[in-house]
């Protein structure tokens, strides 16, 4: 039985990626840092479904602390789904050094060293890592600096790290386009999202299941590596 590690899994797109694998044969590794209910009744319905077949694991990774502790608990991975992130304005004039880590630890650091420290595994099983991207790692939101940086920072690191670990282990990346609209502080008026969608051809956001249905597309694909699909609605075909 294969099985999978997503970080951020409890809820949203992190959510439905768990699910999807799960649904296609995977054993699911949940991680969380907050939303501890939300992963264990996700756990607790996976394992209904099929026994013994999905776990949680909670841990802060903007700390590497908590990085090592998180692949040291994991004995064997087939794939590794960095998807946990975090995204809200960053006004250049406004940004400072707090936000640019904040932003950075865990869109950027915390993906790398996580493949870092499960490499090991990951060859045992010849394995995947599949990064969640953004299109706006390569078209920059306005007023999202950090954000946009960080994104063409996992971008990179996913054409990289397919070269630097290849051929033992495949690194791909999904890009989506607007799929679920953000919450808290980077929430949106009605104005703003109609707006957002009136660039996307095909004229509506994404699902959170067009993005796992990707990601179980190149989990389930052993001739690629090194490449970025993104799952935009044709949003990129405009400017
Ligand atoms: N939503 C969209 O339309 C959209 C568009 C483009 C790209 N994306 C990308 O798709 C992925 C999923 O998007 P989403 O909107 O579902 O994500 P999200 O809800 O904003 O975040 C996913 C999870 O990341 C975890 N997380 C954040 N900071 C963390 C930290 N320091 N340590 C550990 N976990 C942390 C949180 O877990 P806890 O809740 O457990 O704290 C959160 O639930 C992200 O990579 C995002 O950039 C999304």
Request: hydrophobic share 40%.
């Amino acid at each position: 039985m294969k099985t999978a590690l997503i970080t951020g899994g409890a809820q949203r797109i992190g959510a439905q990626i768990a699910q999807t694998l799960h649904d296609n044969g995977f054993n699911i590794i949940i991680h969380y840092r907050h939303s501890k209910q939300a992963a264990e009744a996700l756990a607790q319905a996976l394992n209904a479904q099929r026994s013994d077949s999905a776990e949680i694991i909670q841990a802060e990774l903007s700390s590497l602390k908590d990085i090592q502790a998180l692949s040291q608990s994991i004995d064997q991975l087939d794939v590794l789904v960095n998807n946990a992130s975090v995204f809200y304005p960053t006004p250049v004039e406004e940004a400072d050094q707090d936000t640019w880590h904040n932003i950075m630890d865990t869109n950027v650091m915390a993906p790398f060293f996580l493949s870092q420290s499960l490499t090991n595994t990951l060859r045992k099983t010849s394995g995947c890592i599949i990064n969640i991207i953004d299109i706006h790692g390569e078209r920059p939101l306005k007023n999202h600096a950090i954000y946009n940086i960080s994104k063409a920072g996992i971008a990179m690191m996913t054409k990289t790290l397919a070269k630097e670990l290849a051929p033992e282990i495949r690194v791909c990346g999904v890009s989506p386009g607007s799929i679920l609209w953000p919450e808290n502080e980077a929430s949106l008026t009605d104005e703003q999202k109609n707006k957002m969608l009136k660039k996307i051809a095909l004229g509506k956001q994404g699902s959170a299941t067009d993005i796992a249905n990707t990601v179980l597309f190149l989990a389930n694909s052993p001739y690629i590596t090194g490449q970025i699909i993104s799952v935009d609605g044709g949003r990129t075909l405009n400017q």
